[in-house]
């Protein structure tokens, strides 16, 4: 496995820890923005720890959406919550 199919590996899981837990009801929108924040951190905390250059890293964003796909979130939060990764968190 390379080293950026680990890091898209380890902010699936990052993603889904921090994601708000399915409920009968709507999760509101302050759930999801404490979730994004959450997840940030943590891809700011993979990628000091992994110490990817910038190729490596948009390689890892690269195969981090259809991994997000694959588990069943939408591709147009997908693409938005990447775009937000590579902007808040990867730059």
Do not use: Y
């Not at 889904?16 to 999801?32: D, G, L």
């Not at 997840?39 to 490596?56: C, D, K, M, N, S």
């Amino acid at each position: 496995m390379s080293k950026a199919a680990q890091v898209a590996a380890e902010l699936e899981a990052a993603f889904f820890r921090c994601a708000p837990q399915a409920r009968k009801k709507r999760t509101s929108e302050a759930e999801w923005a404490g979730a994004l924040g959450r997840f940030q951190a943590q891809a700011r905390e993979i990628r000091r720890r992994h110490a990817l250059g910038v190729i490596g890293r948009a390689r890892a964003a690269f195969l981090l959406q259809p991994r997000l796909i694959a588990a069943g979130i939408p591709p147009d939060v997908v693409r938005k919550l990447v775009f937000s990764l590579v902007l808040n968190s990867f730059s």
